[in-house]
């Protein structure tokens, strides 16, 4: 069936790069996305990839999708403190439904 | 716009009691979503919409669970009666065909949430 895994934790010192990994299993998607969620607030669209893409750059966000092994990564230059929330990598698998994983929570270190 | 609103932000409840939360898409889009998100079980879809009408409520727990979009401005969400294990944090989310960017990327846009206790 349709799955969405990332790991849970990530801890990086403010500065650095963070990396943050994803793996899908519908070799169908057309769009997987990342959204970011601060504490007491919904999810936000930080960035998507189309699936005939490898890579996506936005600022300090770069996608790369390698679909051979259905792995999604966001990478985060220049990691902040502001930068610290939830990450959700998601997958658009078509009817409308968009499949979610269970969120990398990101703690960056002054 | 305003983005999706949702009332009220905090509910709290006492078990047996019906709770009934609001949510208003954004003007345009004619998706609309319901999840739940809890630390257990993280974001779940219990229930979507396409113009008002419902199209997938699998994910809607038991019969206690109902939701209703009367029109393409407003949606509910009720419980009846509310259990201490529906203690969660329930997101409403709108989405568009097209897309922000008119380009069909269906990227959904949540709400803030109401956070649901239930003692």
């Known amino acids: 069936g349709e799955d969405v895994e990332q790991s849970l934790f990530l801890s990086v010192r403010e500065g650095d790069s963070s990396v943050i990994n994803c793996t899908y299993t519908?070799?169908?998607?057309?769009?997987l996305y990342w959204y970011k969620q601060e504490p007491g607030a919904g999810l936000q669209l930080l960035t998507y990839i189309f699936s005939n893409m490898d890579m996506k750059q936005d600022q300090r966000l770069t996608v790369l999708l390698n679909k051979k092994d259905k792995h999604l990564s966001l990478r985060i230059a220049d990691t902040q403190t502001g930068d610290s929330a939830i990450y959700f990598c998601a997958e658009y698998t078509g009817g409308f439904k968009t499949i979610f994983g269970a969120g990398t929570r990101l703690f960056v270190k002054a | 716009d305003a983005g999706v609103i949702q009332s009220p932000r905090h509910e709290v409840t006492e078990m047996g009691q019906e709770v009934t939360l609001r949510c208003k898409p954004i003007?345009?889009?004619?998706?609309l979503f319901w999840y739940r998100q809890t630390m257990m079980r993280g974001l779940e879809l219990l229930i979507y919409f396409n113009n008002n009408v419902p199209i997938d409520d699998s994910g809607m727990p038991e019969d206690r669970f109902s939701a209703k979009m009367p029109n393409a401005s407003f949606s509910t969400l009720k419980i009846q009666p509310s259990e201490p294990r529906d203690s969660a944090v329930y997101f409403c989310?709108?989405?568009?065909?097209?897309?922000?960017?008119?380009?069909?990327?269906?990227?959904?846009?949540f709400g803030p949430g109401t956070r649901l206790t239930v003692t």
């Open positions: 989310a709108s989405s568009s065909a097209l897309g922000s960017r008119g380009g069909g990327s269906y990227e959904q846009y």
């Open positions: 003007s345009g889009h004619d998706y």
């Open positions: 519908d070799s169908s998607s057309t769009y």
